[in-house]
């Protein structure tokens, strides 16, 4: 069946087949009208050239979008050799006829033709969808790509906690004690700690980490700061660690690497999860962390729910 498949890009008129297309091949990642506009659509980096759509028949069999900048990231520029591929699908009925195959060989084609060097499954900033393929949910994905010349780069995973009475232990309230000695505390936000935090974040977690949290913050002193939870350590008048949250979303949270092993971050993560409760919030997820990482959140109870595979492979 593959030799009738028509590989196009992405008109304004496939948005309802598109999605549903979507919904059914990526099952644990559905998404609706108003998120593909948001965060595809009016992606400053999208082209409509970049979203490729197999079709056969009238019916659209496939999908697979592609990203490269078209404008700088802050802090990080253009990234010109680097490209993105932030989802794709084949419905069933196509898969294992060669349209995956001409879907990502059109791809990778046009994104070489445009001088990119490698490409990336799928941790593009600001709007990936996942941080790679979940490796329980779409075996079949990950096969496809790995037999393909794709290479595994990192394996995060995601994790969640239900906050059903959670409270804070007797021996975080102690560590919280200790830390105050020290002169260590942890407190909201204040608006005169802006022009020492935001320093901080790009000095010791990067660009991205200061987009997140400059979307968050821009609602944390406007409206809608009822759902939202930005908490800082600070030492005396310095600050050494902050966390986040936006609704039922938790992190990124972070402390000064000289400071790090004192506790600061378990009390950072203790004192947001109980301010997400008292905000009538009952789950707390994330979508993205390391292995090493996980043992501070599973002191909390949060437990992995997904693990990813980014993926890279070169195209120079």
């Known amino acids: 069946m593959a030799e009738h498949v028509t590989i196009r890009p992405y008109r304004g008129a496939d948005e309802a087949a598109l999605l549903a297309l979507w919904n059914e091949t990526l099952t644990h990642d559905r998404i609706d009208a108003a998120r593909f506009r948001c965060q595809v659509l009016l992606d400053a980096n999208f082209d409509p050239a970049g979203l490729l759509l197999a079709e056969a028949g009238g019916r659209l069999a496939g999908f697979l979008l592609s990203i490269a900048r078209q404008t700088p990231l802050l802090g990080q520029g253009m990234e010109p050799e680097l490209a993105w591929i932030t989802a794709f699908g084949v419905r069933s009925q196509w898969q294992r006829q060669g349209v995956g195959r001409q879907l990502f060989t059109a791809a990778l084609s046009r994104l070489a033709s445009q001088g990119r060097q ?18 329980a949910a779409y075996p079949a994905a990950l096969a496809f790509l ?45 608006a005169a700690d802006l022009p020492a935090l935001m320093p901080f974040i790009v000095r010791h ?60 971050g378990r009390l950072l993560l203790f004192r947001c999860l109980d301010a997400m409760l008292a905000k009538g919030f009952h789950c707390a997820w994330f979508l993205w962390t390391g292995r090493n990482a996980a043992r501070v959140y599973q002191q909390a109870g949060f437990r992995q729910v997904r693990q990813f595979a980014i993926l890279e492979r070169s195209i120079a």
Do not use: H, K
Not at 149 to 171: A, C, K, N, R, Y
Not at 241 to 264: N, S, T
């Open 118 to 135: 490698r490409v990336r499954i799928s941790p593009y900033t600001p709007n990936y969808f996942t941080p790679g393929v979940d490796v």
């Open 146 to 190: 790995q037999g393909s010349g794709w290479q595994v780069i990192s394996q995060p995973i995601s994790m969640q906690v239900d906050l059903t009475g959670f409270q804070v232990p007797p021996e975080v309230a102690a560590l919280e004690a200790e830390l105050a000695q020290q002169g260590i505390a942890v407190r909201p936000v204040q």
């Open 205 to 264: 977690f990067g660009w991205d980490w200061f987009r997140f949290a400059q979307e968050l913050l821009l609602q944390q002193f406007g409206p809608g700061s009822d759902e939202l939870c930005f908490l800082v350590a600070t030492r005396g008048a310095e600050i050494v660690g902050y966390c986040q949250q936006r609704r039922e979303r938790f992190g990124p949270f972070g402390v000064d690497p000289a400071l790090r092993g004192r506790g600061i």
